[in-house]
């Protein structure tokens, strides 16, 4: 896995809670800050979220905009009818005016330069009075989440669902973006629970019976070679099949689609993603007059 983004490990982030810190002095601040180990984690493994309590609701022929506010900021959710709503128990429920929120959004995801911003979330979780605890983040293999605040036991009574609604195993949970639902939790570190209901957002089968995807997959199986451990698969029809327009740079090429713009320079590891720049693990290269990136990035940020 490539990490790229870094953070303290003693972030955490437990839905409509909060952790206490101790207060420390200058000197003794500066000591405890050197120790702190440091993760780097990958910002596709990232989640934005979006709280507030919400005050207007507009509905238009597709999406319904939930204005929410907290303090003095403003932000819009974009809410179709896919959209995974629940309260923090993971009982299904639909926004209404009032409802504080947490919503959701994937950090990789591009955001409309517009104002008051505006978000399309994966899931939103409205807080009840009921007990109930919401961690959505990512897992890796042991079920610990990515900053190793909350490790997951699957224990019998746990029930466990893709986005569709579908049942799903525990061996599907790993390495995979998870809705955790959850009463209670050890005060070990990282603390564990036994969750009452996790709902897996990554949903391999959708991806699987796309027709396009499938059509790329042969384009894979036909003309890739691998560098480094790394397979190296060809940018532009592969961009152009998932709808982006492709504009050479002599040094390798543009991509856009929407507000997505992607600059890929053959050689160089860093590509700008909008106004941000992300790494990849294999610099893109030039062969049979074609420019090939690491399968990473189509499967990360172009499907």
């Known amino acids: 896995m490539n990490m790229k983004k870094i953070a303290p490990a003693a972030m955490s982030a437990l839905l409509f809670g909060s952790a206490l810190v101790p207060v420390a002095s200058a000197n003794e601040q500066q000591s405890t800050e050197a120790e702190v180990p440091q993760i780097q984690i990958d910002p596709v493994h990232i989640f934005n979220d979006t ?4 005050e207007d609701v507009r509905v238009g022929e597709n999406i319904t905009y939930y204005t929410v506010k907290e303090g003095e900021q403003t932000n819009v959710l974009e809410i179709t009818k896919d959209t995974l709503v629940f309260d923090n128990t993971g009982k299904k429920v639909e926004l209404q005016k009032g409802d504080k929120v947490l919503a959701y959004t994937f950090a990789n995801k591009p955001q409309k330069y517009i104002y008051p911003p505006q978000f399309n979330p994966e899931v939103v979780i409205v807080e009840t009075e009921e007990v109930g605890f919401v961690e959505v983040d990512y897992f890796f293999e042991d079920l610990t989440n990515t900053y190793d605040i909350l490790k997951l036991n699957i224990g019998k009574e746990t029930e466990l669902f893709n986005e569709k609604g579908e049942k799903v195993d525990a061996k599907d949970l790993a390495e995979k973006h998870l809705i955790v639902f959850y009463t209670a939790s050890t005060k070990s570190i990282p603390a ?3 969750p009452s209901k996790v709902i897996v957002l ?5 991806t699987t019976k796309n027709p396009i995807n499938e059509e790329i997959d042969n384009i894979i199986a036909s003309d890739s070679y691998e560098v480094a451990g790394t397979k190296m698969v060809p940018l532009r029809v592969i961009a152009e099949k998932l709808g982006f ?4 740079t002599g040094k390798g090429a543009i991509l856009s689609k929407g507000n997505m713009s992607y600059t890929i320079t053959r050689g160089e590891k860093t590509f700008g993603y909008n106004k941000a720049l992300r790494t990849l693990t294999v610099a893109p290269t030039l062969k049979n007059t074609k420019t090939y990136v690491p399968v990473e990035f189509v499967d990360e940020y172009l499907k």
């Open 51 to 54: 709280r507030g309590t919400v």
């Open 192 to 194: 564990q629970t036994t």
């Open 202 to 206: 990554d949903d391999d089968s959708s």
């Open 245 to 248: 327009k492709v504009d050479s």
